[in-house]
């Protein structure tokens, strides 16, 4: 089975400046990594995902992550925050080679301040 | 192309009533998956069709079920509804063999 833990249920940052979001998983195989984003009163978006090859990923809106096999983690990054990405953003995992459920941190809440 | 679309966008409903919520899939797509997210948690998987059959199953009771539609379009059931039903239920859709979901706008489900 597998697990995801968001160490920080809430990061506030000031504007303009860089964030990390950090994300560790648990699994006995192989598994794909996501991050999605929610905007208030919305669904989910993809922001970027892991699959295989290169271990530094980059997605929508300035956001990046990198997958670390030896630490299991999958911290969100981006350089220079701006308002509009105030958000609940969570990480993901599902199991590699198959069709299968999404399992879900609980999120960590991204709080710009101005 | 539309995206995945849910229906209605919000309900109240009574404990002990039954609901039923609607999701149309992402073009192209022929997999479905629900989820439920209660408030200040990430979603969690109830159970996904595939060919108009439940594939798979989250830790969810019986008091959830499914259905799949030709058109692959499908509904989620819940009977005999407690206050903790209460939460954002979210339908993904994906292509079989494909492990990408795209996710509609969620259903906000209040029970009273």
């Known amino acids: 089975a597998q697990s995801v833990t968001q160490l920080d249920s809430q990061v506030p940052v000031f504007e303009e400046a860089p964030v990390e979001l950090r994300c560790n998983y648990s699994?006995?195989?192989?598994?794909?990594l996501f991050w999605y984003v929610q905007y208030p009163n919305q669904g989910l978006q993809l922001l970027l995902k892991y699959l295989s090859g290169s271990t530094l990923v980059k997605g929508i809106n300035g956001f990046e992550a990198e997958f670390n096999k030896s630490q299991t983690s999958f911290h969100l990054r981006k350089p220079s925050v701006h308002i509009s990405d105030t958000a609940e953003y969570f990480c993901a995992v599902s199991e590699r080679n198959r069709d299968d459920k999404i399992i879900f941190g609980k999120g960590t809440r991204l709080h710009i301040l101005p | 192309d539309a995206g995945v679309t849910q229906s209605p966008t919000h309900l109240i409903k009574t404990r002990g009533q039954q609901v039923t919520l609607r999701c149309s899939p992402k073009?192209?797509?022929?997999?479905v998956s629900w989820y439920q997210q209660a408030l200040g948690q990430g979603p969690q998987f109830i159970f996904q069709?595939?060919?108009?059959?439940?594939?798979q199953r989250g830790n969810f009771p019986d008091r959830f079920s499914g259905h799949q539609f030709p058109n692959y379009s499908s509904e989620l059931n819940v009977n005999a509804l407690w206050l903790g039903d209460s939460a954002l239920y979210l339908c993904?859709?994906?292509?079989?063999?494909?492990?990408?979901?795209?996710f509609g706008p969620g259903t906000r489900l209040t029970v009273t």
């Open positions: 069709y595939y060919e108009e059959e439940e594939r």
């Open positions: 073009s192209g797509h022929d997999t």
């Open positions: 699994s006995s195989v192989s598994v794909y």
């Open positions: 993904a859709s994906s292509v079989a063999g494909n492990h990408e979901q795209y």
